[in-house]
C-alpha cells in the first residue's frame, strides 16, 4: 500500500467570516419560521402570511428585507434580483410550514400560531400590554391600594344596596364575578361558555364608553368586539362578533320580537353555533363571547321569564355638574395614571369563582323586574293562559277569549293583534258549515284552502301531528254554538249581544 500523506488546509479569514455570515443568515431565516407560513402556489410564485401582521399574499421579494432588517448593520446581500442569490435560495428552499387561514380564538396561549391535529392555525388572541397587579390576597385587591375605586364606581353606578361584594343580591360583586370567571376561565370548547348577556341603559356621560375601554385594556383589544349598534348582529358577519370573550354594542335600539332579538338570544345560549358566514359555506362556528349592550333607554326587547340578560340602570346623580366633573376626572385618572387598569386585572384574577354557577339565570334587579313589568302586556299573558289551558285544541275563535276583551276593555280592533302576539294565526273569514267564521290557530298549523278537497290543519313541521279541520275540538266546539252567540267574521261575541 501507498503511504498516506495528511494535507493540511490554511482557512483563510476570509472564508471563516463567510461562513459565520452565512450561519447567521440561517439562523434568522430559521427564526422567521415563528412568524412567515407558506400560504399558496400560484404559478411559480410561493406566497406567505405573517401572522405578526396578518398580512397575506406576502413573496419572496417582501421577505428579503425583513431578513435584512434583522441583521449585523454592513450586511451586504448581494444582487437579490438574480436568481442565484445565495439569500433568495436560502429562503426559496426553507421549510416555512403551511397555514391554514382560520383563525382559531385561544386565549392564554401566547404563540400567533396554534398547531391542531398536525395543521397550523393563526391564533386571532393576542396577549393584553396591561398585565394584572400582584395582590396578596382578595382583601387587598379590593382595598385602596387595590381595585377599590372601580368597586366603588360600580356600587354607584348600579346603585348597589349591598356594599359587601360577597353578598349574594350584590349586583357589584355579581358582575365582578362575572369579569373574573371570563379573565380566569378561557377556553369552553369541551363545556358552556355562561349563558348571560349585560344590559345596561342610562343617561350619557357617566361611564358606560370607560366601562368597554377597561374591557379593551383589562382582556385585551384581540378580546373585545366592539360594534356601533345591534344592526351588525345581523349581517353577514355576525359570527365574527362572537368570536371573542366579549361583544360589546355600544348604541341598542331591539324591538320586541325583532331578528334582532332571536339572534341575541340564539347567540348568547349557545356555545356553538351553525351559520353561512359572509362569503363562505355554512358551516359550525366557536362563539365564545358573551354579549354586553349599552343603551339611554330600557330595554322594551326583554320578555316575562327571560333566563339571559342581567339588566339594570347605569348612571347616578350629583349635586351639581361640578361634582360630576370632579368625580369622572379622578375615576379617569386613576384609571390611566395610577395604574387603574392593572389593579382591576389583579382583582379579577383573584377574585374566587367557584361559585359562579354558568347554568343559572343571572341575578334578578329591581331594574329588571321593573323592565318586565313595563313591557308586559297581560291581556297577552291572559290570552297565552287560555290557550294553554286547551292544549288539544288548534283553532280558536276571538269569542274565546271575551272575558280578557271586558277585563281589559280591548276593542274588537285589537283582537287580531293581540291574538297574534299570544301565538296564533288569522286565518280571515270563509265560509263553514254555511257560516261566515274567523278562526285563530296555533302558529305551528296552517289552514291551506284547496278546491273540493276536505280542510286540514297542516303541522308545519311534523307532518304526523296533521288533522282534519273537523276533528279539532276547537273547531267543533264553535260550529256547535248557536249561530247568534258563535263568533262570525263581524268579531261577534256574547257581550256585544248582551250590550245590544
Not at 385587591?141 to 348600579?158: C, K, T, V, W, Y
Not at 368586539?225 to 349581517?235: G, I, K, M, P
Amino acid at each position: 500500500m501507498g503511504t498516506v500523506e495528511s494535507i493540511n488546509v490554511e482557512v483563510s479569514d476570509h472564508d471563516e467570516q463567510l461562513a459565520l455570515k452565512r450561519k447567521a443568515v440561517r439562523e434568522v431565516v430559521e427564526g422567521l419560521k415563528k412568524r412567515i407560513f407558506f400560504s399558496r402556489m400560484q404559478g411559480n410564485q410561493r406566497h406567505y402570511y405573517d401572522v405578526k401582521t396578518g398580512t397575506s399574499n406576502l413573496t419572496l421579494e417582501h421577505i428579503i428585507p425583513m431578513v435584512i432588517d434583522s441583521m449585523p448593520a454592513g450586511y451586504e446581500p448581494g444582487n437579490v434580483y438574480s436568481s442565484n442569490n445565495d439569500l433568495c435560495q436560502l429562503i426559496k428552499n426553507t421549510n416555512f410550514f403551511p397555514i391554514v387561514k382560520e383563525p382559531q380564538y385561544y386565549p392564554g396561549f401566547e404563540a400567533p400560531v396554534i398547531k391542531l391535529n398536525g395543521l397550523y392555525f393563526p391564533n386571532s388572541w393576542r396577549k393584553p400590554t396591561c398585565g394584572p397587579k400582584a395582590f396578596s390576597s382578595i382583601e387587598e385587591a379590593r382595598s385602596n391600594d387595590g381595585a377599590a375605586p372601580f368597586i366603588e364606581h360600580l356600587q354607584l353606578m348600579l346603585s348597589d344596596e349591598f356594599m359587601d361584594l360577597d353578598h349574594p343580591e350584590s349586583k357589584a360583586g355579581y358582575v365582578i364575578r362575572m369579569l373574573a370567571y371570563r379573565y380566569q376561565i378561557h377556553d369552553f370548547r369541551k363545556g358552556q361558555k355562561p349563558h348571560v348577556a349585560f344590559y345596561f341603559w342610562g343617561k350619557q356621560g357617566y361611564g358606560k364608553s370607560l366601562f368597554a375601554n377597561m374591557l379593551n385594556t383589562v382582556f385585551g383589544e384581540s378580546a373585545v368586539r366592539t360594534v356601533s349598534n345591534e344592526s351588525a348582529l345581523t349581517s353577514g358577519s355576525q359570527v365574527d362578533i362572537f368570536t371573542c370573550t366579549w361583544a360589546v354594542v355600544d348604541e341598542t335600539n331591539i324591538k320586541k320580537g325583532s331578528v334582532d332579538y332571536n339572534t341575541i338570544k340564539s347567540n348568547t345560549g349557545q356555545t356553538f353555533i351553525e351559520s353561512s358566514r359572509k362569503h363562505e359555506h355554512f358551516k359550525k362556528w366557536y362563539i365564545p363571547a358573551q354579549l354586553i349592550m349599552f343603551g339611554q333607554k330600557e330595554p322594551t326587547f326583554i320578555e316575562p321569564g327571560d333566563r339571559r340578560f342581567f339588566v339594570n340602570r347605569w348612571d347616578t346623580e350629583f349635586e351639581s355638574q361640578a361634582a360630576k366633573d370632579d368625580y369622572f376626572e379622578g375615576y379617569t385618572n386613576w384609571l390611566y395614571n395610577e395604574d387603574g387598569f392593572a389593579a382591576i386585572a389583579g382583582l379579577l384574577a383573584v377574585t374566587d369563582i367557584s361559585n359562579v354557577r354558568i347554568e343559572s339565570p343571572p341575578l334578578t334587579t329591581d331594574d329588571k323586574k321593573m323592565v318586565i313589568n313595563m313591557v308586559t302586556d297581560y291581556s297577552v299573558s291572559d290570552i297565552k293562559e287560555i290557550i294553554n289551558q286547551h292544549p288539544e285544541r288548534i283553532c280558536f275563535v276571538a269569542s274565546d277569549f271575551e272575558e280578557v276583551w271586558e277585563k281589559y276593555d280591548i276593542k274588537r280592533n285589537q283582537f287580531v293583534y293581540k291574538l297574534a302576539e299570544a301565538g296564533l294565526s288569522d286565518t280571515n273569514k270563509h265560509k263553514y258549515d254555511g257560516l261566515r267564521r274567523r278562526f285563530f290557530i296555533r302558529n305551528s298549523y296552517r289552514l291551506p284552502r284547496s278546491q273540493g278537497s276536505k280542510l286540514r290543519l297542516e303541522h308545519k313541521v311534523d307532518p304526523t301531528k296533521t288533522i282534519y279541520l273537523t276533528d279539532d275540538p276547537g273547531y267543533i266546539s264553535a260550529t256547535e254554538m248557536s249561530r247568534g252567540t258563535s263568533h262570525d267574521g263581524d268579531f261577534g261575541t256574547h257581550l256585544d249581544l248582551m250590550r245590544r
